[in-house]
């Protein structure tokens, strides 16, 4: 077996923050914000830095706004006095990778008037962060301080690496977010998985209570095992019951009223969606994990699929929920040293996957010309993977 790389995930670690000074934290943000424009402006502006690297810029932005210790005058003065440097620098950064982007896009009017990001803290500005509390530098409005505040809602892996944290401000509550980095269990390339015998898990995606079927396939293209995720038919009942109570909502006070029309419904469908694509994803790595696969196949759906098929089922059904599955599974399956590929669905319902004879549907089962018999689902799976497994099994010749 190859020697498997040392590589890493970052992942992000939630916390809800809670403090006496709320307010203070967002005149901090306040701060930052117009210090971030500040800097995003004066980026723009000098058009002769645009192709250097990012320390080199920020060296060259802090001489034409700081006064140095040779106390000369400088060009561009930061209006703001006794601004610590770290919380300088994060400004600055944002405001480079906002700038940067900017000058990508083509075709843009104006540059962005005015910043409400969340505040990025850099060494200096933060200290003591467990999974309970963390101490942060804040302005008060005339000052900066130290406060402590308090942590709840996850936690920090013991020895865990903790990158730069991250205030985020919503519409009720003010967010940590924390990025941890995590070691990959398993790094190895796609080749060398397959060149020692690596599983593939191949992943079809229904309309019915299995939202997803998955089958291990080995090398060859045997299948070894296969399951059922379930829980479609619950996922359309909840989400259907929030529509309904939209619906008489609008038929109570009518459509179009404000921009804010059933916010709390909207919101309400949006977490039923998340949470269960959050499930159903964290079962698809468990499966991998439990049976030793290490590649997921996912099913790459045509233009004419996802143009009529998708809008027939709706925005709220168990098959529509496969795009918020997927984008969960590419950093979930990572993490657990997991790879991810997506491959063409064409045909894979026609043929056994066990003799290669013509099937015919029965429902949910097939019957093949040869007598084979199952369930359709799996019987795609399966064609899924084997075709895969074999495929690259021609390339790693």
């Known amino acids: ?75 561009y003065p930061l209006p703001w006095k006794g601004v610590p440097l770290y919380f300088r620098r994060a400004a600055i950064n944002t405001a480079l990778a906002a700038g940067k982007s900017y000058l990508s896009r083509e075709g843009q009017e104006q540059p962005t008037a005015a910043f409400s990001a969340g505040v990025t803290l850099y060494k200096g500005t933060y200290r003591e962060l467990t999974s309970h509390s963390i101490e942060i530098k804040v302005y008060d409005g005339e000052r900066w301080r130290w406060i402590r505040c308090r942590l709840s809602g996850n936690t920090i892996p013991e020895g865990a690496r903790c990158l730069s944290p991250r205030l985020v401000f919503g519409e009720r509550q003010v967010e940590l977010h924390v990025p941890v980095q995590k070691n990959v269990p398993d790094g190895r390339t796609l080749k060398e998985r397959m060149g020692n015998g690596m599983k593939i898990c191949s992943v079809q995606f229904t309309n019915r209570d299995a939202i997803a079927v998955c089958c291990v396939v080995d090398g060859p293209g045997c299948l070894r095992a296969v399951r059922f995720l379930k829980g479609g038919k619950n996922y359309a009942h909840r989400c259907r019951k929030v529509l309904e109570k939209i619906n008489i909502s609008k038929k109570a006070v009518g459509e179009k009223r404000g921009k804010n029309d059933n916010k709390r419904y909207w919101r309400k469908l949006k977490q039923i969606s998340n949470d269960e694509a959050h499930q ?57 040293g997991i790879l991810i590929l997506e491959s063409e669905v064409h045909d894979i319902d026609r043929y056994c996957a066990l003799c290669g004879g013509i099937v015919r549907k029965q429902g949910e089962l097939f019957v093949c010309e040869n007598g084979h018999r199952g369930n359709r689902r799996v019987n795609a799976a399966w064609n899924l993977g084997k075709r895969t497994a074999q495929s690259l099994s021609k390339h790693m010749l």
């Open 1 to 75: 077996m190859a020697e498997k790389k040392d590589c890493y995930a970052i992942v992000t670690k939630r916390f809800q923050l809670r403090t006496a000074h709320v307010c203070w934290l967002k005149e901090t943000q306040r701060i930052y914000n117009e210090i971030l424009h500040f800097y995003y402006m004066l980026f723009l502006e000098k058009t002769e830095l645009h192709g250097l690297g990012n320390q080199k810029l920020m060296r060259e932005l802090e001489c034409l706004s700081i006064v140095g210790r040779d106390k000369k005058p400088v060009e």
């Open 280 to 336: 159903i994803s964290r079962q698809i790595i468990d499966f991998c994990v439990e049976t030793g696969a290490g590649v997921i196949l996912l099913p790459k759906y045509s233009k004419e699929f996802t143009k009529y098929v998708m809008a027939a089922v709706g925005n709220w059904s168990p098959l529509h929920l496969n795009y918020q599955i997927r984008s969960q599974l590419k950093y979930k399956a990572w993490q657990a």
